[in-house]
């Protein structure tokens, strides 16, 4: 994902002369191609991320594009004032932009893990969330965010994630993308974890089960036309991703649907990462395992959920 | 470019004079809304006089210029002192200024994001406007333009670790259409601020940081005025200038007196205080 970053806001820098790239000393080489095209407007602003949101805000209030990145919870949660402040208050187009999200960095430990930033910049005022589910989707929601004019924050994938589009899809901000029509249960899954979701509605076409496979790209704002379709239509409709239930997308469309008038028939299984930080060492695989959120895993519980009360 | 650098800049008698006028209406103000923060405001005034009379390249008429120098007041718990130096320049009509602080009005206890015309940042958490000013000073420098960036910090808000990110950062992007002016008035919200944190030697923190730092009498306007006016000042760095002020200058019952950090003036202390100034 990291990489088409690169190439694409390489290009957005290209074809608009108020793009400028703000790096918090991250991306050796990555952005090479950009420095040589663009050299003015590539800034790295070093492990100084509260200033970097600063330079963020005071470059968007002088009429420039300015898109921020670096290891996702550095550009959150340690910076949640600058974004909440210098960003939001300003309502100021800066897009955010935090690589190796959820459990992307799972071996380097919960100081690199992000499993609560949706939830903190979910609650800004003004803030969009966007959360791409493969590289594709990445340069679409670059494109939106770009066009956007408010801050937005985007958490991306690090590296090699298997593809779920075949050509970019074009994002709307509010909107979800159906990846895999269904008819017996809707899987909304959230950024990195949607190969998983496909190989789980695999699993469960195996099982003669129908699953609807959800994009839900858009976090805030949520989808809501799609919201109230799942609920109507499908008996079961789970929210997954990698992000605490706590404040997450899951926890968006709960609060969704405890304020909807009519609730639907559709009963929500939500699937994320637990209460606490993960005190071993692992890889992603390893540490999704700890979360229940391994294809085997899911499987289960959704067959579970899907089985008739004994 | 084509702001007049300052048109009819006025002499120093009359630099005090519109100094004077407006230590009294931060008096009035924070007295009519029952605001704080008064001594934090007397103590900047005349660094926002000779920001506003005599340095900076602006026209209230074209208060979203492009090429207008920007001025941040960084700690934005002076902002009665920023709404006074604005109104008083014809950035807004009094009628605005009047109504600081009550229910719907522009003008809050800090200054929200255009909340009037020549508000540049929203300010009141501090080690916000450094940052934000930097990111002014870059866009001018990719934009081709010329203006400067002014920056008021407390020396309270050197606190702030962001204060010295964005300190390393400007250097590092020979950003030197920046000042930065600590208002060094010794105190902050409830102690001496040499006591709270290791601030000084502040001129000699800021030097190390890669500024061209200077040392100045907060309340001398024209000492004040020729150091920001040499901005860019040819030695290819940001200018810090550490202004050494007297928190509640002006009054003699406020100065060097923190407990009006929070005291707000009673009717008879806004008499006396104005008396002081000249103003009645």
Known sequence: MRNAFADEITRAAAADPRV????????????????????????????????????ASGLALSGMRPVA????????????????????????????VGVGSGLGYASLGPTHHSCEDMAFLRALPGMTVLAPADAAEVRGCLRAALAHPGPVYMRIGKKGEPAVHTEVPAITIGRSLVLREGTDVCLLGVGTLLPEVLAVAERLAGRGISACVVSAVSVKPLDEDRLRDAFDRFPLVATIEEHSLI??????????????????????????????????AGEVEHARHLNGLTVDAMTDRILGALAPAA | MDIAAVADRPDTAELKA???????????????????????????????????????????????DPDRDRFILSKGHAATALYAALAERGFFPRAILDAYNTDGAALAEHPGPNCVPGVEAATGSLGHGLPIGLGMALAARIQGR???????????????GSVWEAAM?????????????????????????????????????WAAFGWDAHEVDGHDVDALVRLMERVPNGSGKPVAIIAHTVKGKGVSFMEDDNNWHYRIPKADEVERAKKELGLS
């Open chain 1, 247 to 280: 404040g997450g997308f899951g926890a968006a469309v709960a609060e969704w649907l405890a304020d909807r008038p009519a609730p639907g028939r559709g009963r929500l299984l939500r699937f994320g990462t637990q209460d606490h930080f993960i005190h071993e």
């Open chain 1, 69 to 96: 990145y670096t290891i996702t919870p550095f550009i959150t949660t340690r910076v949640l004032e600058q974004i909440r402040l210098d960003v939001c208050y300003h309502d100021v187009p800066v897009v955010i």
């Open chain 2, 18 to 64: 519109i100094a004077a006028r407006l230590r009294g209406r931060v008096v009035e103000m924070s007295h009519m809304a029952g605001t704080p923060h008064l001594g934090s405001a007397l103590s900047c005034i005349d660094i926002v006089t000779a920001a506003y009379w005599a340095v900076l390249r602006i026209d209230p008429q074209r208060a979203d």
């Open chain 2, 146 to 160: 010329a203006h400067r960036v002014f920056a008021l910090l407390s020396d309270g808000e050197c606190n702030e």
């Open chain 2, 169 to 205: 950062f400007a250097p590092a992007r020979t950003l030197d259409n920046v000042c930065v002016i600590v208002d060094y008035n010794k105190w902050q919200a409830t102690g001496r601020s040499n006591e709270t944190l290791a601030l000084a030697p502040l001129r000699d923190k």
């Open chain 1, 20 to 55: 400028v790239m703000l790096s918090g000393d991250i991306g050796n080489k990555l952005f090479d191609r950009f420095k040589d095209a663009c050299p003015d407007r590539f800034v790295n602003c070093g492990v100084a991320e509260a200033n970097m949101i600063g330079v």
